[in-house]
């Protein structure tokens, strides 16, 4: 029952992205007032909001894990990826924009990612934190005919979240 909800659920989440629709709510961070999104967002309303300046930060530096790039080139048009940030939190900061430029480097469509605003409590509008176990921020879960194959939270077990995100790609082979 709980994994019928959630596919439900991320079905629904998925349907309201592709339509570009972008339902969230505005809040104040209660620890350092910074400007939060909770809810379904989209690349552009994160890029192009003068809050969120992390979003345009030169990432050159930053090459993504080779093993990463060709497990999803090899599954990009088979997964979508729900990903939960928390725009108050540094390692979204951090990994976000580099998920980024890895879809990018992979030839992954952002349309096939549904991106959730999470506040500190890790909840969102409805109950799909819940549903889902999502517990820490960023959290990048992997789908697949609408099953997880497997998630990635805030830097992985690894330390490196684009060489976790492999192995979990590579599952959904």
Not at 91 to 115: M, N
Not at 129 to 149: F, N, W
Request: proline share 2%.
């Amino acid at each position: 029952m709980k994994q019928l909800f959630a596919t439900l659920l991320f079905s629904l989440t998925l349907a309201l992205n592709t339509t570009a629709q972008v339902q969230y709510e505005v809040g104040k961070d209660p620890q350092n007032g910074l400007k939060t999104l909770k809810g379904i967002l989209s690349i552009d309303a994160l890029k192009t909001d003068a809050a969120f300046e992390w979003m345009r930060n030169d990432i050159s530096w930053y090459k993504p894990n080779a093993a990463a790039v060709t497990a999803l080139k090899e599954v990009k048009d088979t997964v979508q990826l729900l990903v939960f940030i928390g725009t108050w939190c540094e390692d979204s900061h951090i990994v976000f924009p580099q998920l980024l430029k890895l879809c990018t480097e992979a030839g992954f469509d952002t349309k096939r990612i549904t991106i959730i605003g999470v506040d500190r409590k890790k909840t969102t509008l409805g109950s799909l934190c819940e549903a889902l176990g999502i517990t820490k921020a960023p959290t990048i879960v992997v789908m697949k005919a609408g099953k997880e194959i497997g998630r990635v939270e805030e830097f992985g077990s690894s330390g490196m979240y684009d060489k976790d995100l492999s192995e979990v790609l590579m599952k959904a082979t």
